[in-house]
């Protein structure tokens, strides 16, 4: 089993739509979780951090449910600027960051 | 502004050659990292360094070797013994392993292409 697991994708959606990408670790010591946007051909960027009570940037909510290592990505009123890969990554203390394949997002207009 | 820089952007190497991959950051950072992307693939990690004169292997060093003789600066070598060198090579930065809640930073990558 792949340390940090994704959604396949790609997820093709219209503008406005709500769309939730989904993310599933397996080394429960894992302390840190952040959720990074990769545009095409281009280096990937923090997007958020996820902390254990769950929280909100905007249009961005990320969760994070420890018991079922479990991380969620939602993104409301999706814009067409939203369109990337979308990267999950965790974190152990004292390790190193484990990415996730990325989920890729396409904002149709 | 504070951040990674990695150079160049496009790098073209003949097969049998050894090119070195530039990493300079400037956040004072202790922690830096080497990254492969294949095409489609997910980040994969090739070395990384927790402090100067100290580095180690990450889950597809071979073929790679890498200094730390400064902590700004983490060059990546591809050696002539990596078989499959095309790639998309990312550098990143971290303020230090053993911190919780803090995040990488990247450099915008190198673009290497065997010919």
């Known amino acids: 089993r792949k340390e940090v697991e994704q959604d396949p994708g790609p997820f093709n959606v219209p503008e406005g739509a709500t769309v939730a990408f989904n993310c599933t670790y397996s080394?429960?010591?894992?302390?840190?979780f952040f959720w990074y946007r990769q545009d095409c051909r281009k280096e990937p960027k923090l997007l958020m951090s996820?902390?254990?009570s769950g929280n909100e940037d905007g249009r961005f909510t990320a969760q994070l449910n420890r018991a079922s290592q479990y991380i969620s990505l939602l993104i409301r009123d999706s814009k067409l600027s939203d369109s990337a890969t979308y990267l999950c990554?965790?974190?152990?203390?004292?390790?190193?960051?484990?990415f996730g394949p990325g989920t890729r997002l396409s904002v149709l207009p | 502004d504070g951040g990674i820089t990695q150079s160049p952007k496009y790098l073209f190497r003949k097969e049998g050659q050894n090119v070195t991959l530039s990493c300079e950051q400037n956040?004072?950072?202790?922690?830096m990292y080497w990254y492969r992307q294949d095409p489609g693939q997910g980040l994969r990690l090739i070395y990384y360094s927790q402090i100067v004169n100290d580095f180690q292997k990450g889950d597809i060093a071979e073929g790679y070797s890498v200094s730390r003789e400064k902590k700004e600066s983490f060059p990546l070598t591809v050696t002539s013994a990596q078989k499959n060198p095309t790639a998309f090579y990312l550098c990143a930065s971290s303020i230090d392993l053993r911190r919780k809640n803090t995040e990488a930073f990247f450099g915008q990558g190198t673009r290497l292409t065997v010919v």
């Open positions: 996820v902390y254990s």
């Open positions: 956040l004072n950072h202790d922690a």
């Open positions: 990554v965790v974190k152990t203390l004292g390790q190193n960051f484990v």
């Open positions: 080394n429960s010591a894992s302390q840190s």
